[in-house]
């Protein structure tokens, strides 16, 4: 059966690039085997994380992040049983917010920055879907 995730986190401190191309290169070692597929986004102190794949799989990887040291204030925002994958084609693609016109942001929340706490889980995955219809997705791989 097939799930998805969608969890939101802070981060205890602001992380550097090098940090963030470490997750995604862990993310696409590890994700493939497991069957997991996704996508990260990341901006100020927040991530934002959809994983999909088996319900077994993706509880494993989320129980894993929740202890991770880089997140804390770990909140799951959508859990559901799912018919198909939306991220089949990314074993971890990343938003890169910086190329995100504010205004896609401001449609969806009060302010024009990304923060899934105060959007729910419906509203984020309806935020994601745009960004991936703008093309604001890089690394597919």
């Known amino acids: 059966m097939l ?12 992380i550097d690039n090098t940090v963030l191309d470490s997750i995604i290169s862990q993310s696409r070692t590890h994700n ?16 934002m994380q959809v994983l999909e794949g088996n319900r077994r799989e993706v509880s494993k990887l989320y129980n894993r992040i929740a202890v991770d040291s880089r997140h804390s204030n770990v909140e799951i925002l959508l859990f559901e049983d799912i018919t198909e994958r939306r991220f ?13 016109n504010p205004s896609i942001l ?5 302010r024009p920055v990304l923060d899934p706490f105060t959007l729910g889980g419906k ?11 703008t093309a604001a997705i890089v690394a597919k791989v």
């Not at 497991?34 to 986004?41: E, N, W």
């Not at 084609?89 to 938003?95: A, D, H, I, L, S």
């Open 32 to 47: 493939p085997p497991a069957g997991v597929t996704g996508i990260l986004c990341y901006s100020g102190n927040i991530f």
């Open 3 to 14: 799930v998805r995730l969608l969890y939101a986190s802070r981060t205890p401190k602001e």
């Open 106 to 110: 401001l449609k969806y929340s009060e």
């Open 88 to 100: 089949s084609n990314w074993t971890m693609g990343q938003v890169n917010l910086g190329k995100v």
């Open 123 to 133: 509203v984020s995955m309806a935020l994601l879907e745009e960004l991936m219809a």
